[in-house]
């Protein structure tokens, strides 16, 4: 058997390799870079295909399909929702993605993106947190301490200037692991019996718990004026974490509304309850805030342009660091349309 | 670093495996093997979810993802089709798949598809034919000689009984390529000067084509009454094969109708033109074939669930065969939730 061509190798990094890339270049920086290639990538959101994600529902969990493309690069990430995985010792979010050359349809890079996506949500989270929380935002209640809190944690370190976060789990064993894994960062860590004292004097409150059910983290009278909620949670139908009285108080922004009116908090409103696009107050088309009294909330629930600028710094990283295997992914023979006589050949 | 456990990984068929596994099973016993089980699949038909493949269209091309569920199993394919990469060498058409189970959202199997969706294409078509074509058929018009053409002949010799191939190409090099490969299989096979030759005396009339524009690759005048054409290459918006008048002609079979009107031949029709759902006829809902004279079409585009049963079958055979690799693909921390402390551990 002849040796496949270049054409049939795509670059695949798998989750040893994302490890050593995100360690080599530190877990912080990674964050700040990923925040700046998704702000470059909103700042030209026009350019983008958007298209809701594709979701395949089952009783216990969502499996979806997120496309997008700019017109030069296509990207997809398949990712799954399970919150009964834990239970069985599994991920409740587990990710690969793709991205591909438009002219000619070929992949470019394979990439876990388990590890990737929980870096390019807390990216989100605090690049979106820079334009809407209050000025001077110091202290951040952290509510839901499971996998993707450590990279929320220090993402709004590392973006926002966030000195403090105040722990709360419904499970103690998560704050404990959670407050565990952020030592030594040069955050102040303050582990909380309720979601109630994780609030105090937090001018930003995360949520990020896993629940595929309408659940209510965060009650109306639990809020308080000025402050900024970052609700990632909520991000499937039937998943919520807010009640519905604290959308009503507050100004809403959101990613890409067709999927969010499906996916996020804003499910709870009506279908014309008026919300902003992040990228129109990114691009100065939008106001953010505009007092400090006013209740923001981004309503995240993750859209495939996120992932699309994350997939696009990983591939740009393999050119330094090698951090990656070839498979031979893509049957090319010598002639195109001689699939068959490369099959015989191969005997 | 501990050991990534037995979650994270992925069985991996690489193209170089697609070919072991081919070779090693014989190719007329895979294409019968596919045609057994799409047959299983389509009998189940209202079991799957089913959904129009999600596109992305560009000036060159198409990238496209085909998802569908049983509710076991999940499975989608990732494939483009790019009718001028042939001009630098690359393929048309170029696929990978993959299955999840349900009801963890999990990974089951990685695969390369450009192999395996020609298999499966022809495949179809054959079962579609066994149904459909004029009983005693042998002689089968094959234009079109390009990457799927030699699947499309032993497909129809395995599966239908096929004796001879008329084939024609606008490329005499593509015809004398196919020729060559189908030697030595006891197929009769003649190449043709003309499209028009090609056709004479055959029962079957197969087009598979490339070009992404309106062609008319049959006219009317072309084809007589008690013919079966398996249209394969008019699978996309803008992209057919026949003269609309032929299908004004025909008993018209597809896969699924709400893809079909978008991609097949049957986008020149209204949007209310009637068609038979080919896995009706299989199961008795419908009639094939009502009398000798009866010109019967398969306006194919492919199908999600063609690639399901193309991909279990390919795990299936991997119990036996190990042909495979396991890529380390899903990050799975020995407490689910602590994918940070992970991460912080590769160091």
Redesign the interface.
Known sequence: ?TA?SH??YVP?V???N???L??HVG?ERVLVDLAAEIAADFLRWPAF?K?PR?A?H?D????E?M?T?D?QT?G?K?V???PS??K?????V?A?G?L?D??????LLLS?M??LT?LRTAATSAMAAKWLAPAGATTMALIG???????QALAFKAICGVAQVRLYDIDPA?TR??A??LRGYGLGVVSCATAEEALLGAQIITTVTADKQYATILTDNMVGPGVHINGVGGDCPGKTELHRDILLRSAIFVEYPPQTRIEGEIQQLDADHPVTELWQVMAGQAPGRTDARQITLFDSVGFAIEDFSALRYVLGKLRDTGFCEQ??????????????????R??
Chains 1, 2 share one sequence.
Request: aromatic share 10%.
């Open positions: 058997m496949p054409h049939a695949f798998s989750v040893h994302m490890m050593r995100v360690l877990i295909d298209t594709v395949s089952s216990v969990g969502v499996i399909l496309p493309s017109g296509y997809f398949y799954n929702g399970h995985n834990m069985q010792g599994l991920q409740t587990t690969f793709l591909a438009v002219a000619t349809g070929y992949p876990e388990t590890i929980a301490n499971g996998a993707q809190a450590e990279f998560a692991k959670c565990a894994n498979l031979d992914m893509i049957a090319d023979p010598d002639d195109p349309r001689d699939l068959f006589g490369m099959l015989l191969a005997a």
